[in-house]
């Protein structure tokens, strides 16, 4: 079983940024691709951005494409999702997630998942 861990949420001003990092136990790491989805209260779990095996491809939301950015380090066993430009719609739970085929944005197709980290946005 894949284990992931989510870190890095907090309280930030609108407009701020705020970087997560999911690790991931394991060392097949690089099989899987990895997706960011995110959950506010009341509304259903949505994708947020997925990245390839290799991190060669990367995919956005239309919600935060050119403001969040994927990143993968196989080496290390993490990922990552730099945010910036941040608003208050951005504020939910963020969940990484992990799958052995492609990145899809539907979050039923992804078998493992970390706990969640909380980001709050302020206006």
């Known amino acids: 079983q894949v284990q992931l861990v989510e870190s890095g949420g907090g309280l930030v001003q609108a407009g701020g940024s705020l970087r997560l990092s999911c690790a991931a136990s394991?060392?097949?790491?690089?099989?899987?691709?990895m997706g960011w989805f995110r959950q506010a209260p009341g509304k259903e779990r949505e994708f947020g951005a997925g990245?390839?095996?290799?991190?060669?491809?990367?995919y956005y939301a239309h919600s935060v494409k050119g403001r969040f950015t994927i990143s993968r380090d196989n080496a290390k066993n993490t990922v990552a999702l730099q945010m910036n430009s941040l608003k208050p719609e951005d504020t939910a739970v963020y969940y990484c997630?992990?799958?052995?085929?492609?990145?899809?944005?539907?979050?039923?197709?992804?078998?493992?998942w970390g706990q969640g980290t909380q980001v709050t946005v302020s206006s």
């Open positions: 990245i390839s095996w290799g991190g060669g491809s990367t």
């Open positions: 997630a992990a799958r052995r085929q492609d990145v899809t944005i539907t979050p039923s197709e992804y078998n493992y």
């Open positions: 394991g060392r097949t790491f690089s099989s899987y691709v």
